[in-house]
């Protein structure tokens, strides 16, 4: 590491560290060809990292520390795109792809077929000025985007520079979140019972869109360009010609684009993608066959809707039958007992499954499940197995029930009115304890650094924690001696915890884990009473009289802080130094007394999100639709609850509504 203690020799450091850590960004992140050890890499960044906090005016939104996301909040603000961002015409068939051939000899002739796989991703535009990035976008609506620059930085395949000093390029590129990526990111949200993405796309969708970037840049998104939208500097005249100069600028380029001369052999290539979809380390949901140049393109024009020099071949979800061999029932944070399918091993998506989870009794029964039974499998987004449907049951099986008891502990197991799931009233179950302790130290609650769900187990395992307070009394010593941890780990976890006590009481309410109380409802809390011993005092009848709150949460949690072992928790987290008071000001009210249902997918917003943003706003979210519910948000593959809202007369909304009705 080099001493710079004049701003001139730190600005030549600097600059020479940015030119190499680019060039090994390029190569581990678009090459897929590493040139350093990770250590070396991490040595290069930090040396920069602190460079430019030593010399601040040496700072640049273009640096590479940039990557891991900054402080500032993104605003999403407008862009008008220049060139339409549209889409293309989908295909189901091999007799359509060659309907589209005919059309397209009808106007031109010998045309030359461009086929390449599609992407299951989020489309995006970036903007180049003089060769330097100024501005991502989101597709949006084709004409109008949102700007994402800040999260797009986050994507380390994204040149922040280019070789050529053109005047002006914009490309249009996929991003995507990887196979890998998604399911350390859904293991994450089950682990924290949290509502899981449903399939890469959606994850990568919320994730751009993230209001930190530093949340973006742990979501693990990548992107591949495969179009020039606009381009000053630099004539082209065809499509491959335009892929390879893209990858001649350093852009990670859509893969496996070839050429053909003829339809017959453009399907064939369809078909090849089809056959190897599953060997991608990331979601095709088709691909796309184009006429290569750019003047037969004129030529051949657009409808109203779609380019008529392009389509796009869907492939059809692979599902695939099964015996159901047994349903196992896993106990979660908050007592929850969760059915999960077991059944005989399918290869789906290119791997071996053997087990889906079946999420409560009322799915079990809408399908009408029972061991035995021939069950039809698919790959939701290809990476989550779900069962589909029953294909033959079971003669005289009876549908499966839940059992009404813990399989941790033996304890009773109890549905409560309004919910979906049966859980173990026991707070002391042993399957709830870790899982406990993670939602505790998670982000949304005491936001304690480094320590997540395999340090959780490995301090249970050891004895050295059995609930919250336990984890202020850990010390360097004892940490250090955990398994892959190390001094430098264990310092940075005793600063963590060190740091959270001064967290507001709003998150410690939060992160105590009393059931059906989210982040709104412990904000609303900590404000209503100001103080934790003004939540200790409060009967159900005061805490019912907050706007937001209803009987059973009232009810829920008056039980949890009437329980000793919980008040001697907070006892002993008051003795840690855990801070006790609420410093948070009250959020807006603008859907005060209003109740809301989620079902379906949302195009960016997940269920968590939209949940947040609706109590933040003074509302509330319900799992299910009565007469009592105002509006009922749907995305794609609304089901049931979608068709209850009809038979109600409940308002309906989509994601867009949902947010207008936000800002209003």
């Keep these: 590491m080099m001493d710079c203690k004049d701003l001139e020799s730190a600005k030549r450091r600097v600059q020479e560290l940015r030119t190499v850590i680019e060039k090994h960004n390029h190569s581990y992140y678009v090459l897929d060809r590493p040139t350093v050890s990770d250590y070396e890499y991490d040595r290069l960044l930090h040396e920069l990292i602190d460079l430019e906090e030593a010399f601040p005016e040496l700072a640049s939104d273009h640096s590479p520390t940039r990557r891991v996301g900054g402080a500032a909040l993104n605003t999403f603000a407008p862009v008008r795109h220049e060139v339409q961002m549209g889409s293309l015409q989908d295909v189901f068939d091999t007799a359509e792809l060659e309907a589209f051939d005919a059309r397209v000899r009808e106007q031109i002739e010998r045309p030359v077929y461009i086929v390449e796989p599609k992407i299951d991703g989020l489309s995006v535009a970036l903007e180049y000025q003089d060769g330097v990035f100024f501005r991502g976008s989101t597709r949006g609506d084709g004409v109008t985007g949102e700007d994402v620059s800040e999260n797009l930085k986050t994507v380390r395949s994204i040149p922040m520079t280019l070789p050529e000093a053109l005047p002006l390029i914009e490309v249009r590129g996929e991003v995507y979140m990887p196979r890998s990526s998604f399911e350390r990111v859904v293991a994450r949200q089950l682990e924290n019972e949290e509502e899981p993405f449903k399939n890469p796309r959606n994850a990568a ?95 051949l024009g657009a409808t109203s809707k779609f380019p008529k020099w392009a389509v796009a071949f869907k492939y059809p979800p692979e599902e695939k039958q099964s015996v159901l061999r047994d349903i196992e029932i896993k106990v979660g944070r908050t007592g929850a007992l969760t059915p999960t399918a077991v059944f005989e091993p399918i290869t789906l998506a290119g791997t071996t499954v053997s087990r889906a989870v079946l999420h409560n009794q009322d799915f079990i029964n809408e399908k009408g499940i029972a061991i035995g039974d021939t069950i039809v499998v698919r790959k939701a987004g290809d990476i989550i197995p779900e069962v589909v449907s029953v294909a033959r049951h079971q003669p005289d099986a009876p549908v499966y029930q839940i059992p009404a008891v813990c399989p941790s502990c033996g304890s009773t197991a109890e549905r409560e009115e309004g919910e979906a799931v049966l859980r173990c009233v026991n707070m002391a179950c042993p399957a709830q304890v870790a899982r406990n302790l993670t939602h505790f130290a998670s982000r949304d609650a005491m936001d304690i650094d480094g320590m997540g769900p ?78 934790m011993d003004g939540v200790l005092a409060a009967s159900v009848e005061e805490i019912a009289q907050i706007d937001g709150f209803g009987g059973i949460m009232a009810q829920n949690t008056a039980d949890f802080f009437a329980l000793e072992p919980n008040r001697a928790l ?94 209003a």
Excluded: W
């Design 205 to 299: 969708a919320g994730s751009l869109r993230q209001k930190d970037s530093r949340v973006t840049a742990q979501r693990g998104l990548d992107i591949f360009v495969f179009n020039i939208q606009r381009i000053e500097g630099k004539t082209l005249s065809g499509h491959k010609e335009s892929l390879d100069y893209m990858k001649s600028l350093g852009f990670k380029v859509i893969p496996s684009y070839k050429a053909f001369d003829n339809i017959s052999d453009a399907i064939a290539e369809v078909e090849r993608i089809g056959a190897q979809r599953y060997e991608f380390p990331f979601d095709i949901d088709g691909a796309v066959i184009k006429v290569d140049d750019f003047a037969q393109r004129e030529a």
């Design 454 to 531: 395999a340090i959780v187990h490995q301090l249970l395992a050891a004895g050295l924690v059995k609930s919250a307070a336990d984890l202020y009394s850990l010390t360097q010593a004892q940490l250090a001696a955990l398994e892959r941890m190390g001094e430098r780990s264990a310092q940075n976890l005793i600063a963590a915890l060190e740091q959270s006590k001064s967290r507001d009481l709003a998150r410690l309410l939060y992160a105590l884990g009393i059931r059906g109380i989210g982040q709104r409802s412990a904000q609303l809390l900590a404000q209503r009473f100001g103080t």
């Design 570 to 663: 907070i006892d002993r987290l008051r003795a840690a130094g855990l801070n006790m008071a609420c410093t948070s000001a009250p959020t807006a009210d603008t859907l005060s007394g209003k109740i809301f249902v989620l079902t379906g997918t949302l195009p960016t917003l997940t269920r968590g999100e939209a949940k947040a943003m609706i109590e933040a706003a003074g509302g509330k979210v319900s799992g299910s639709v009565s007469k009592k519910t105002d509006y009922v948000v749907a995305g794609e593959e609304a089901g049931s609850k979608l068709r209850k809202a009809g038979e109600l007369g409940v308002a309906v909304l989509d994601e867009a509504a949902l947010r207008a009705m936000l800002e």
